[in-house]
């Protein structure tokens, strides 16, 4: 590229960033204001936000054609296509995960007036306060384009599967005492599977952020979902 070219690409990245950036702060905030509805049972905050998901749609696919559009303009190669290359797939984990927290809010309006003891309304709070914090590490590392930090979230993410292990005992738990019917226990079984979801595409933001630092790849690429309770493919990145 020449100068003038370089330096309208990488305006444009930072632009591309910054926007990516807003919609992982808006997930941060989004998970646990969606676990609040699950313990709260609000059903009309639960509408709000299952209404606002066409909002990050949106925003998702305007971010994905500036991508598109730089490549096309651009040509970029090496480090500046990894850029926005990662960048494309980390839009699709942001956009899925807010599918995720909308789950939840679904699920909410399934299990209405249903009462949780509180065993499982403290898992329910324990895995998304660290699905939200998987987040926030995520959005924060790919923004200041951190390796060490994207690194990290490994081990956070392990800590996440761990409650979602311990959510599920939980609720077998309180079915076989007769706290939660079977009903609701499946649809809690599920909820605990979207926060595993979100920690696993927080995971993928780290994983594409030390690739766009210095090409780092997983040594394997990881098992694809199989089932539709988990609408995202966990893969490593490419380029």
């Known amino acids: 590229m020449g100068e003038d070219l370089r330096a309208s690409f990488h305006e444009k990245l930072d632009d591309i960033?910054?926007?990516?950036?807003?919609?992982?702060?808006?997930?941060?905030?989004?998970?646990?204001?969606?676990?609040?509805?699950?313990?709260?049972?609000?059903?009309?905050?639960?509408?709000?936000?299952?209404?606002?998901?066409?909002?990050?749609?949106?925003?998702?696919?305007?971010?994905?054609?500036?991508?598109?559009?730089?490549?096309?303009l651009q040509a970029p190669v090496a480090g500046d296509l990894r850029a926005v290359v990662s960048a494309i797939k980390i839009i699709a984990d942001v956009e899925r995960s807010a599918d995720l927290c909308v789950n939840i809010c679904k699920a909410a309006r399934?299990?209405?007036?249903?009462?949780?003891?509180?065993?499982?309304?403290?898992?329910?709070?324990?895995?998304?306060?660290?699905?939200?914090?998987?987040?926030?590490?995520?959005?924060?590392?790919?923004?200041?384009?951190?390796?060490?930090?994207?690194?990290?979230?490994?081990?956070?993410?392990?800590?996440?599967?761990?409650?979602?292990?311990?959510?599920?005992?939980?609720?077998?738990?309180?079915?076989?005492?007769?706290?939660?019917?079977?009903?609701?226990?499946?649809?809690?079984?599920?909820v605990a599977r979207f926060y595993e979801r979100i920690g696993d595409h927080a995971v993928n933001v780290g994983e594409r952020t030390r690739y766009i630092v210095d090409g780092w790849l997983p040594d394997a690429p990881y098992p694809e979902s199989d089932n539709e309770l988990a609408p995202a493919e966990r893969r490593p990145p490419t380029d």
Request: hydrophobic letters at 40%; one cysteine or more; glycine letters at 6%.
């Open 110 to 190: 399934r299990i209405y007036s249903h009462e949780l003891d509180s065993h499982l309304r403290g898992m329910i709070h324990k895995c998304g306060s660290q699905a939200s914090l998987l987040f926030k590490e995520a959005t924060e590392a790919y923004l200041h384009t951190d390796g060490a930090r994207a690194a990290a979230l490994h081990d956070m993410d392990a800590y996440l599967d761990d409650l979602h292990r311990q959510f599920i005992q939980t609720i077998f738990e309180s079915h076989a005492n007769g706290s939660i019917d079977l009903q609701v226990a499946v649809q809690l079984a599920v």
């Open 17 to 72: 960033r910054t926007g990516i950036a807003r919609l992982g702060a808006g997930v941060t905030e989004l998970v646990p204001r969606s676990t609040q509805i699950l313990l709260d049972g609000d059903l009309e905050a639960a509408e709000y936000v299952i209404l606002g998901d066409d909002d990050y749609d949106h925003r998702s696919l305007e971010l994905e054609e500036m991508c598109f559009s730089q490549i096309a």
